[in-house]
């Protein structure tokens, strides 16, 4: 038997989370530094993960399987194809990021109790995420998956009700209220969302009586399971339904501006760059690779869906008054984008999708995390409460102009490779849907150069004037940021490679092929 | 005249006697009943022969060394193969001895031991004039608030009586899923309930509202009863017998001799159904299914906590296998007319538990609205009608009664002047203050809402997966549904432990001794295990779902 490199990756931050929590309430500053080490102990296996994996070799590498629940059918199986390996590199590389953003955040206040350990429970729940996040990136099981799509959801809930963003405009106890309401408001859409897929995933277990992703697969291709297609249906509605909450696709998005503006910053990362893409992965792996026909029945109405979030995230976004809920409907725009990838069933289309999972990701965090730091400083979420900042703190300007640009998908930065993918995917397969697309470019060029010229330029706000600078530890964060954004926007070949082959599995698994680009063919039989 | 003669003058030879057979009992297959039942009679004795110092102590070894004694017999029989193999019905047609009778009774026996440790706890309450304290009043008997219970305090008096009394209803409910005629189900119903009816009104605080809770659950008790006796006596005219096996062979046919006496009534088809329904009422009753809810809340609330931790959990269990066992051996043939009604009776409990458990403000209250809808999550299982339906109920009532008993152990713990803290605003801040307390009753209160990784997924998904083999796709969906509604409560729950800040005066936790705290531990390990593997489990019960008939 091989070394089991998937689990392991897998269970060092479990194990991680459970240590740390352990720390006593005294040494504080020991459980942060176990949490970082444990986070990059989880970023070097992941490289092994990237390293070990061949791209184009079989479709699901580095497996492992055992029993697990004889009775249920569920089997622990784990495997990882491309689309996998790049969002657990993504995972394992923003995780010591989102740390050290929030080193501080979870500091206790002087008048706690002495058994309240707050800074413990915050590193501890941010581990636990991690472990749950990558095993279900590497789960082929769809009970497994099940389980982590639905468990992830309680320590998520916790980061966000109870490590509330300090800086708010109303009394504490009003502050407390909303953030609890967040908190409930994410728990109660994504648990909704996963009880109706348990129904789903009960369904499929007496259409196919296993719930192994491969031998569903397989036991299709080859006819040994019949799927009625009324049943099929449902069992995709059912599926979709919990990932489109989680991703969030429009109208089922309400809950994320609440959480990402309740949460701190480092956690609404943690939610938009790394959770909710579990939501979109599954949608790649799971919705198409058990219900292909449905998928395509269904695209229609999806890419309707995804044009809405496109247009409608960022129109909200141009309006917002508040930094991080504008983040959060840039958001809601991108993952537009990302279903649309998705469901525009082109090779190009998919592997954009997937880029723009990572380089979502990646700028998203960039930019929220230098908003955390400047809302920290001022101890305000509102844009309208500065002004001018680029004048006292020129490198944070300079930081969130280049997550900002990251955000619009400027050409030379990561996001550009993967928006331009998904477009001309889009375009190639529904013209009309590609022309809707674009605005919502137009639209975040609006939102983010409106968002830094009220916020950094303009004349010096009093209450910005004494504002200082990045601090070491915060440009610690955001350059690795900011350099990968670069690396990836001039030379995403290493991404795209590990990605392409998994696309092609994907687009077999639905059976289509990319349309043939027809006009200039036409041409030359014409110039003949 | 020899002495002979003389005697044969004034007496005549009597007839020979029809010799009456003696009964054939089969004590060692009983003796998971009789240890108990044994146990519980010389606790009585104890009651009146020990010296009261003496009393506590002999009681709480008692019990539990009867306890651990019929779980080894259980054990040994299930071993044996008499759960398999060699199950058959025991003491002349009144016990079956069985996989599921054998399981439910392990399980029971073992929700007892952990319930019966919170039963002795004497550590939450303050000592009283020097003398320990538990849950339960110095002398029932007394006035509430009068002379009489100031002086039977002040000399330390304590209600030892409940652990006698807890073994009869153990006893009982040993009994109740394994009767195999409808006499003995209803004596051991009585059997179990009696002693609940009891216990329930022994409170050591707010006395009168444990009376009254008494009393209430007494009255409606007698209902139940009474509807499940009249049930029984039509039944027994519609088949001549109140053997399960002989009822089940008049259903479908097989089974054709009629008693002369009851010809006019014998297959009569009304008698069967408005029988059985009364049967069936009696038994939804015990279960707590709405519509036959309404003593739960206010029963859960006045009980002793302890009490109501044990009913909660062994009632269920006890209920729920002799519902199983009538279904599935009197009436398989009439699935399609127990059914309909079946079906309504799980949602409406389903979605009234859940619906209803929003607007509670005491956490007694909200746990006992949880178990109504535990009890239609559950009835869903049972309508699969299905092997596989027989297994699922089995794992769910281990999993559910752990969880239960350890959520309501963790309730006695949060107290303030006036005893425990129900009141859920009392609650605020509960993580702050005693994160790990707060921290157990969470994983409870998520092993309730189904979440995965804790028991309470392994039994819901097990239910449901039955019921949809079963062809209850919709009964699924309308868990389903109900799920997301009762997560919103459990939630609440937690946010307000959680997110809250702690009010000034609200309640302290108060330390328990190693008995309460072997209670959660036990409660808290079950509920991670069966979560995270529960195939050993599973396999269990799936071996153990064979009915004997």
């Not at chain 2, 919170?118 to 538990?134: C, M, S, Y």
Request: with cysteine.
């Amino acid at each position: 038997m091989s070394f089991p490199l998937l689990t392991v990756t897998a269970a060092v931050p479990a194990v991680g989370a459970i240590l740390t929590a352990a720390v006593p309430a005294g040494r504080r500053t020991a459980a942060k530094w176990l949490a970082l080490l444990v986070s990059l102990a989880t970023l070097v296996l992941a490289g092994l993960v990237f390293a070990r994996f061949e791209p184009g070799g079989d479709r699901y590498q580095l497996t492992e399987s055992h029993a697990w629940i004889k009775d249920f059918g569920v089997r622990y199986e784990l495997g990882v194809d491309g689309i996998g390996v790049a969002l657990i590199g993504l995972t394992a590389l923003l995780i010591p990021f989102v740390m050290l953003a929030g080193w501080h955040d979870a500091d206790p206040l002087e008048t706690s109790s002495k058994r309240w350990r707050p800074t413990q429970g915050f590193f501890a729940l941010i581990l636990m995420v991690e472990a749950m996040v990558i095993l279900s990136f590497e789960a082929t099981d769809v009970f497994l998956f099940y389980i982590l799509f639905e468990a992830m959801l309680i320590p998520m809930y916790f980061l966000i009700g109870g490590f509330g963003d300090r800086a708010h405009s109303g009394s504490d106890e009003n502050a407390a209220a909303q953030r609890s309401y967040a908190a409930v408001k994410f728990l109660l859409y994504n648990l909704v969302g996963g009880l109706i897929m348990l129904a789903a995933v009960i369904g499929l277990y007496t259409v196919a009586g296993n719930f192994s992703l491969t031998e569903i697969a397989e036991a299709r291709a080859n006819g040994t399971l019949e799927m009625a297609t009324g049943t099929e249906r449902w069992l995709f509605l059912g599926f979709f339904f919990a990932f489109a909450v989680k991703a969030p696709l429009w109208p089922l998005h309400t809950w994320l501006p609440n959480a990402m503006g309740e949460a701190t910053a480092p956690v609404a990362v943690l939610i938009t760059a790394i959770v909710d893409k579990v939501g979109t992965f599954a949608m790649l792996r799971f919705c198409l690779g058990l219900f292909p026909e449905a998928s395509q029945w269904a695209t229609p109405v999806i890419v309707v869906l995804a044009l809405i979030s496109i247009v409608y995230g960022a129109l909200l976004a141009v309006g917002q008054r508040d930094i991080k809920r504008l983040i959060a409907y840039a958001s809601i725009s991108h993952f537009g984008f990302i279903v649309l990838g998705i469901f525009a069933m082109t090779s190009q289309g998919q592997s954009g999708a997937t880029l723009y999972m990572v380089n979502h990701g990646i700028s998203t965090a960039a930019l929220m995390l230098v908003a955390g730091f400047l809302i920290s400083r001022r101890g305000s979420r509102l844009i309208a409460d500065y002004g001018g900042v680029q004048k006292v703190a020129p490198v944070l300007a300079g930081t969130f102009l280049i997550g900002g640009l990251a955000t619009l998908s400027l050409p030379g930065l990561a996001p550009f490779v993967s928006e331009f993918l998904v477009l001309v995917g889009t375009f190639a397969r529904y013209p009309a849907a590609g022309v809707v697309a674009t605005t919502g470019i137009v639209l975040a060029a609006l939102y983010v150069l409106v968002l830094y010229q009220r916020t950094m330029t303009g004349p010096v706000k009093e209450e910005v004037r004494s504002m200082p600078d990045l601090r070491p530890r915060e440009l610690a964060v955001v350059a690795p940021l900011i350099a990968v954004l670069l690396f990836l926007g001039v030379f995403p070949k290493p991404l795209t490679d590990v990605v392409n082959p998994a696309v092609r599995h994907t687009m077999s698994d639905v059976g289509k092929t990319d349309p043939t680009p027809e006009v200039p063919v036409q041409n030359v039989e014409a110039a003949k | 005249m020899n002495a002979l003669t003389v005697h044969s003058m004034w007496t005549t030879a009597a007839e020979p006697l029809n010799k009456i057979p003696a009964p054939k009992i089969e004590y060692v297959q009983l003796a998971p009943v009789l240890i108990v039942v044994g146990a519980a009679v010389l606790g009585i004795l104890a009651e009146a022969f020990v010296p009261r110092r003496g009393r506590y102590v002999t009681q709480v070894f008692l019990t539990l060394l009867a306890l651990a004694a019929s779980f080894a017999a259980v054990v040994a029989l299930a071993a044996g193969g008499y759960g398999t193999t060699k199950a058959h019905i025991a003491a002349m047609g009144a016990i079956a001895v069985d996989g599921p009778a054998l399981f439910l009774q392990g399980t029971i026996i073992l929700a007892s031991v952990v319930a019966v440790l919170t039963f002795a706890e004497r550590r939450l309450d303050p000592a009283d004039h020097g003398h320990k304290v538990d849950s339960f009043a110095a002398e029932a008997a007394a006035v509430p608030g009068g002379d009489h219970e100031k002086a039977a305090v002040k000399a330390g008096f304590t209600t030892t009586e409940v652990f006698p009394l807890a073994l009869f209803a153990i006893a009982g409910m040993l009994v109740f899923p394994a009767a195999n005629d409808l006499l003995t189900l209803f004596i051991a119903l009585e059997v179990f309930s009696l002693p609940l009816y009891l216990l329930c009104a022994v409170a050591r605080r707010k006395r009168l509202m444990s009376q009254e809770a008494a009393l209430k659950y007494f009255l409606l008790g007698a209902f139940s009863s009474a509807f499940l006796l009249f049930g029984i006596a039509l039944l027994y005219g519609y088949a001549g017998s109140v053997s399960y096996a002989t009822i089940a062979g008049v259903v479908d046919g097989s089974v054709g001799s009629v008693d002369p006496a009851l010809a006019q009534t014998m297959g009569n088809d009304a008698l069967l159904l408005i029988g059985f329904a009364l049967v069936l009422m009696g038994l939804l009753f015990k279960v707590g299914a709405v519509p036959f809810h309404m003593w739960t809340p206010d029963v859960y609330q006045g009980a002793p906590t302890p009490v109501t931790g044990f009913m909660a959990a062994a009632t269920k269990v006890a209920a729920f296998g002799a519902l199983l066992r009538l279904l599935y051996v009197v009436l398989p043939g009439l699935t399609w007319d127990w059914r309909p009604v079946m079906w309504g009776v799980a949602i409406v409990t389903m979605l009234g538990g859940a619906i209803v458990a929003i607007t509670q403000t005491d956490i007694k209250r909200l746990l006992a609205y949880s178990s109504i809808a535990h009890a239609g999550f559950l009835l869903a299982g049972v309508i699969a009608a299905t092997p596989s339906g027989i297994s699922s109920v089995l794992f769910y009532l281990g999993a559910y009664s752990f969880v239960t008993i350890g959520a309501f152990a963790v309730v006695t713990l949060v107290r303030d002047a006036g005893g425990e803290a129900t009141h859920l605003s009392k609650w605020a801040g509960l993580g702050r203050r005693s994160p790990l307390v707060a921290a157990v009753f969470a994983v409870f209160l998520l092993a309730f809402a189904g979440i995965p990784l804790t028991s309470g997924f392994s039994g819901k998904f097990a239910v449901f997966k039955a019921a949809a083999e079963g062809g209850a796709g919709a009964l699924v969906v309308v868990g389903v549904i109900a799920s997301a509604i009762a997560a919103f409560f459990y939630i609440r729950v937690i946010v307000l432990m959680f997110f809250s800040e702690p009010k000034a005066d609200g309640p302290t936790v108060a330390v328990p001794s190693v008995l309460t705290t072997l209670t959660i531990t036990a409660g808290v390990v079950v509920t991670l295990v069966l979560g995270l593997a529960p195939q050993y489990f599973l396999d269990l019960a799936g071996q153990a779902s064979v009915f004997v008939r």
